[in-house]
């Protein structure tokens, strides 16, 4: 049987070089449904993997109770003072969480940047931010630093122009790099001159904290929810983010997922009548394998892995188009919280298994009916001509 | 009983030599539109082992129909065709495609070889279906394209051979896994009359040194001399047997 079925199909795919055309549209079609859904995948795999690789373990965010963004956290100078008593706490380095409208670099259109205004304890804290062109702000000026991510971006980033915030000309210094996270998204500057442009003296969007040890995160969200002196809680960075993430890369991907549907229906069809067209142009042939005694299996399977290996080409087509396309590719949407965040597009191994499951699939679905019919049909019927 | 049907039965009670094929009230139709035809009508007919037979009569006659019957490309309406003893009509369709591997031969018109295969591969075709190795398969299909006279043509694709060596191609494909039955549908209808001798040459030789039995359709006076027995059909119904 196996041998059969491997002579029919070496028979089926010799045959290939008659039909390129119609195979093409087999190929392409599924390639298309390939390359976009891996084109998404990878879209939000890239923007999930910017988010998780800011996480670290003993990092967290002490925000107000209630809150699960930085943008509408408050933490009172107060309260700093109290939660800075805590025991547990390496670093804590209260924050302001703005944003800054800076136009994109393509488009000219007006994007919302995360801006930071930080102390010297933001660089303690994050160890992977890096000055890599130009230099570090001076407190209490209106210098501001800009991550590589922004600065490929958006316009006007470059060091030496001005940024013109609420009437306040801030001028870039310096360009960062934090290890490829989302930090390099965002625009640093001063934190007490981010709480006076901005009008949020008296205290902090948000108190990032580095703990002693990891472990006692949960002893502390605790505390600092039954100290009646506050309205905080601490929430660690592989939660917050892995939060973030979901919201933003689950939409995109069941995006992805419903925009490859609708274009796989398509493609089912195209691979349909290709196999149609190749089963009817061979439908002698087969019929005459059928006399010889070759059985309806043999044919069936014989076509369905022909369709099958024209899906998986249009995979591995749709997947070159993506790696060579987007792979590394930047880009930036919005995170969750108002916010630009940079990402770069991510193809991963896994994707690629998917794209060739989808493929393969469809190759299954177009196949097999043509198939069945170049079995069923009765043999005196296609030894006449169909 | 008719007076053809007495004919085979006289001639069936002198022949000793073993009953291969029985057709008994054979009746086939098919429907086209609303309208139920009769290709085949009570249709009678034994034929032994070592027989040439010869199908002939105009288009339309049921001549193919009954080939395509006693090969097992097709079920019967009614009655029962019995080939080696084995009623065709009780066979599933995978038990009734190994049957035709194993029993049958069969020599079409326009040879129906596989285009993106050399001789050797058409031949070594039906054998893919046996337990032989590559091996023997291979030195099977040499000798059966010996036996036909294509020993120097064996890796040529069919587009590059004559219809006669074509035909001959496929000759030895029905040939390859020894059937006891070849049913030839109109195996000279493409070609000139010197190689559609040939062919008929071969096919006799094939029937008198190989003890094939044959059952040939054919339009061509000529090509029925080479038979040993000649039936004329009609209508669906046997009208004379020659012998």
Known sequence: ?386 | MSQLDDQVSIRDTLNLKKVLIECQNLTHTYKRGGETLTVLSDLNLTIRQGDFVALMGPSGSGKTTLLNLLGGLDRVSSGVVRIQGVALDQLSESTLADWRAQTVGFIFQFYNLLPMLSALGNVELPLLLTKLNSKERRHRAQTALTIVGLTDRTKHKPSELSGGQQQRVAIARALVADPELLVCDEPTGDLDRDTADEILALLKMLNQQYGKTIVMVTHDPKAAEYASTLLHMDKGVLLSLRT
């Not at chain 1, 491997?6 to 290939?16: D, E, G, P, Q, R």
């Not at chain 1, 084109?39 to 967290?60: V, W, Y």
């Not at chain 1, 997947?319 to 949407?333: E, H, P, R, S």
């Open chain 1, 1 to 386: 049987m196996f041998q059969q079925m491997t002579t029919v199909t070496i028979m089926n795919l010799a045959h290939l070089g008659s039909r390129v055309g119609t195979c093409l549209v087999v190929v392409v079609g599924i390639g298309g449904v390939v390359a976009v859904l891996l084109g998404l995948l990878a879209m939000s795999n890239g923007f999930r993997t910017a988010l998780m690789e800011t996480a670290k373990p003993d990092r967290g965010l002490i925000l107000r109770n209630g809150s699960n963004q930085e943008m509408v956290g408050w933490v009172s100078n107060e309260e700093f003072g109290v939660i800075s008593a805590y025991a547990g706490f390496a670093i804590l380095s209260p924050e302001i969480y703005v944003t800054i409208n800076v136009p994109k670099l393509a488009s000219g259109l007006a994007a919302d940047v995360v801006g930071r205004g930080v102390s010297d304890s933001a660089f303690d804290l994050r160890k992977e931010v890096v000055i890599v062109e130009g230099r570090k702000f001076r407190p209490g000026t209106g210098e501001i630093i800009v991550g590589s991510g922004a600065v490929g971006q958006y316009r006007g980033l470059a060091l030496g122009d001005v940024v013109m915030v609420r009437n306040a000309a801030l001028v870039v210094v310096g360009h960062f790099t934090a290890g490829g996270t989302s930090v390099e998204s965002e625009i640093w500057m001063d934190l007490a001159v981010s709480q006076d442009i901005f009008r949020r003296t008296g205290g902090s969007s948000v108190v990032r904290v580095k703990l002693l040890d990891a472990t006692t995160a949960d002893a502390i969200d605790a505390q600092l929810r039954s100290d009646p002196r506050l309205t905080a809680t601490l929430v660690m960075e592989e939660v917050f983010f892995a939060g973030m993430a979901q919201a933003r890369a689950g939409l995109i991907e069941t995006f992805a997922y419903l925009i490859a549907s609708i274009m796989a229906l398509g493609s089912v069809v195209a691979a349909l009548n290709t196999m149609y067209t190749a089963v009817g142009k061979r439908s002698l042939e087969i019929a005459t394998l059928r006399a010889l005694g070759f059985r309806p299996m043999c044919i069936v399977m014989s076509v369905v892995i022909e369709a099958m290996l024209l899906a998986l080409a249009g995979a591995l087509l749709g997947a070159g188009i993506v790696y060579v396309a987007f792979d590394g590719l930047t880009a930036a949407t919005l995170n969750g919280s108002g916010s630009q965040t940079v990402f770069a597009f991510k193809l991963s191994f896994e994707m690629l298994v998917t794209g060739c499951v989808w493929a393969l699939l469809l190759g299954l679905v177009g196949g097999s009916l043509p198939a069945l019919r170049a079995a069923r049909l009765p043999i005196t019927q296609a030894l006449r001509g169909g």
